[in-house]
């Protein structure tokens, strides 16, 4: 099966079904984030990351080790993890930064912090709340650092339920352009 194939799969299967907590399915909820970033004009790297930034919610990609730590804390990096089998770095780093981002906006942007969804408040405390200091200056010199910061942004605008389905088809000629060579 083709890496595109693969993903839609998942998006059909698992991701049609309800995110917790949330207005939308996974699916649509990716989906959603993947389209905000194509309207901005992102790379196509960066729209790769938003689509497929909650891949690692997925059972099917999951791993012992994930199920341990909590799936919270661990679904960016068994996404970014899974999707390195056919991308490069920017598009696999930005989804393994995704949490962390979202730890460092709770930390220098206060608004940002009251703009969350209730679910989204919830899993900030499983997640480890805002980072420190420290953390905020390591996160700031981690390689595609910002790139995760607005695949965050986009991830929590990802919610509309008013938003009619969008379909996985318009983004496989992007994610097939961005596979690596086998
Ligand atoms: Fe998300």
Request: with cysteine.
């Amino acid at each position: 099966m083709s890496a595109a194939d693969e993903i839609e799969a998942l998006f059909d299967g698992e991701g049609s079904k309800d995110y917790l907590g949330e207005a939308v399915s996974m699916a649509q909820h990716m989906l959603q984030a993947g389209a905000l970033a194509r309207a901005e004009n992102a790379a196509d790297e960066l729209v790769a990351a938003a689509l497929l930034h909650d891949v690692g919610h997925f059972r099917g990609i999951r791993t012992g080790r994930d199920l341990m730590e909590g799936s919270e804390n661990r679904h960016g990096h068994s996404g970014a993890d899974w999707l390195a089998r056919w991308f490069g770095p920017a598009v696999c780093d930005p989804v393994r930064l995704h949490v962390a981002a979202k730890r460092y906006l709770c930390a220098v942007d206060p608004p940002y912090v009251a703009a969350l969804s209730p679910a989204s408040v919830y899993t900030l405390s499983v997640q480890g709340g805002p980072m420190t200091t420290a953390e905020v200056a390591a996160f700031e010199s981690t390689p595609y650092a910002y790139d995760a910061v607005q695949v965050r942004r986009w991830d929590d605008r990802a919610k509309d339920p008013e938003l009619g389905p969008i379909a996985f088809e318009t983004f496989r000629p992007l994610l097939e352009s961005l596979v690596r060579p086998a």
